[in-house]
């Protein structure tokens, strides 16, 4: 088989990674990839969300399947146009992938459906936003409606904050069209938790949870990032919090869409709140999350692709999904000054022990050599029996991989360890 993954990032670096331990597979393209993705995949100068060039590579180079990992793609419909030309899709259509493609509109279904998530109200007026503001409880989370790279999501400790906050969204335009509408909702309190889930809209499987390290900085300070490094499974995350999620959370969820008229096939992303009333939905992602791939694929002990084929051929139920038992931790080298300005152009020297597994985020190859370029660099991966032992290994690998001014968190796990071995753990 030949397989087309959209994307550049370490999250497609995992994604391929994976699908390429099936027998089956001849050659991967990446569209576009990045220089480290090079080593395990044919890159292809084309970018995700050139609708047009994407369906044209795969119509003329006889790709059998199509994995679309990117949100921006996903919301513009190109799983959509590529099953016009009969390639087959991992990855949900438009008309559900707007799950996340609008903050209104799933905030809207949760409602509609009963689904836990924190009360809201949705403005489209700069003036009717500012208004509510003056007596809204505090902190106060402000979200673009649309897609905004991760950074639509202001926390607001006070009224200045959430009014500068609206103001830059709907009146400075910062996220576009994104922000012409706008969601203020209630503050929820409690540890955060990422589940991952294939779905093909009849059954649903949860993947192993994971927990993200947003903030730039150690002790969760800083700016908001795509994600500093991230610890699967979650210790938050009990058997039982998790039977409640499948009850009143992910399979209501599944139902909704499809009640709708969205039947949502792929990978579908539930960010959670355990709050003391219980899990809440944070927001829906209508793809793999990143860095959460990089620690849930490594623990997937079954077939990926075939799980994928699955999905897109409305059979998971027949197929095995295993998860080991094991822990992960992946860190996240960053450029330094991310997610602000940074420099580029630095030389990324990996030792050939670690490459399996190190997943490129941002990086060019350039006259034999690789050369940082971005702001979330790599993540490296290490699986072991105890989550101790993986953070440990982890940041003993990061000591061999250089760049000028690499930057890492130094505590990632180390709330999880936290909750899972007590507080003197």
């Given amino acids: 088989m030949n397989i087309a993954v959209i994307g550049s ?77 009969g390639v087959p899709c991992f990855g949900p259509r438009k008309n559900a992938a707007i799950i996340e493609g609008s903050k209104v509109f799933s905030k809207d279904l949760m409602k509609k459906y009963g689904i836990p998530t924190a009360k809201y109200e949705v403005f489209t007026d700069a003036e009717a936003a500012l208004s509510y503001l003056e007596t809204a409880p505090y902190p106060a989370v402000v979200k673009a409606d649309g897609l905004a790279l991760g950074k ?44 991952l889930s294939f779905t093909d809209s ?41 039977e409640r999620c499948r009850k009143e959370i992910f399979l209501p969820t599944v139902a909704a869409m499809n009640a709708e008229g969205r039947p949502f096939k792929g990978c579908l992303y539930f960010g959670l709140m355990i709050t003391p009333d219980g899990p809440k939905v944070i927001e829906y992602n209508c793809r793999f999350g990143d860095p959460e791939t990089q ?50 152009g630095k030389r990324l020297t990996i030792p050939e022990n670690l490459l399996d597994r190190v997943y490129i985020a941002g990086a060019k190859a350039e006259n034999g050599e690789l050369l940082t370029n971005g702001g979330r660099v790599l993540g490296v991966t290490e699986v072991r029996p105890t989550l101790r032992e993986a953070v440990a290994a982890v940041y003993e690998d990061m000591k061999h991989i250089d760049f000028e001014n690499k930057y890492c968190r130094a505590d990632i796990g180390a709330k999880a360890l936290k909750a899972t071995e007590g507080t003197h753990g």
């Fill in 9 to 85: 990032g370490g999250r497609e670096h995992a994604v391929i990674k994976a699908i390429k331990k099936n027998p089956r597979v001849q050659t991967v393209y990446a569209l576009p990839g990045n220089g480290g993705i090079a080593r395990d995949a044919v890159c292809v100068n084309v970018s995700a969300t050139d609708l047009d060039a994407v369906v044209a590579f795969v119509t003329e180079n006889n790709i059998d399947y199509a994995v679309v990992t990117p949100d921006d793609p996903l919301v513009l419909g190109l799983v959509d146009r590529l099953e016009s030309v």
């Fill in 152 to 195: 639509g999501v202001i926390i607001a400790e006070t009224k200045d904050e959430a009014r500068a906050a609206v103001l830059s969204m709907m009146r400075d335009k910062k996220f576009g069209k994104s922000g012409e509408r706008v969601v203020i909702e209630e503050f929820l309190t409690g540890p955060e938790v990422s589940v």
């Fill in 202 to 242: 009849h059954t649903l499987v949860p993947m192993v949870s994971s927990m993200d390290h947003k903030r730039a900085l150690d002790g969760d300070k800083g700016l908001n990032t795509g994600g500093m490094g991230t610890v699967a499974p979650n210790p938050y995350y009990t058997p039982e919090i998790a």
């Fill in 295 to 344: 620690v849930v694929l490594p623990l997937l002990e079954s077939d990926l692709l075939e799980i994928m084929l699955a999905v897109t051929g409305e059979r998971l139920r027949d197929v095995e999904v295993q998860f080991s038992s094991d822990s992960a931790c992946c860190l996240i080298a960053a450029s330094d000054g991310y997610p602000g300005s940074y420099e580029k």
